[in-house]
Nanobody, 119 residues
Framework: QVQLVESGGGLVQAGGSLRLSCAASGRIFSINTMGWYRQAPGKQRDLVASITSGGRVNYADSVKGRFTISRENAKNTVSLQMNGLKPEDTAVYYC?????????????WGRGTQVTVSS
């Protein structure tokens, strides 16, 4: 079992910045992927960014150049630095954790944190 605790959401004006953090605890194994997904009202939950325990990153095209994902393996934490925020970034952001073997049983989600960007 893995527990994910998110923090850092809030309200910001367009062009502003926020930093989301997620701390994982429980049955953490060395090889894993942590990331952030987001879901706006009426839309599907989409990947924002992810990073493996080896440091391999993946970004949605819509956030490339604006968002930066990082992790501290020793602390089992992942952060998402969001710069140049746009109103279309408004969504609930969910921390995600996956470990091997890559099955549903080894996939975990945070409760979500609201990010609202005003125009």
């Amino acid at each position: 079992q893995v527990q994910l605790v998110e923090s850092g959401g809030g309200l910001v004006q367009a062009g502003g910045s926020l930093r989301l953090s997620c701390a994982a605890s429980g049955r953490i194994f060395s090889i894993n992927t942590m990331g952030w997904y987001r879901q706006a009202p009426g839309k599907q939950r989409d990947l924002v960014a992810s990073i493996t325990s080896g440091g391999r990153v993946n970004y949605a095209d819509s956030v490339k150049g604006r968002f930066t994902i990082s992790r501290e393996n020793a602390k089992n934490t992942v952060s998402l630095q969001m710069n140049g925020l746009k109103p279309e970034d408004t969504a609930v952001y969910y921390c995600n954790f996956k470990r091997l073997p890559a099955t549903y049983e080894n996939t975990y989600w945070g409760r979500g944190t609201q990010v609202t960007v005003s125009s």
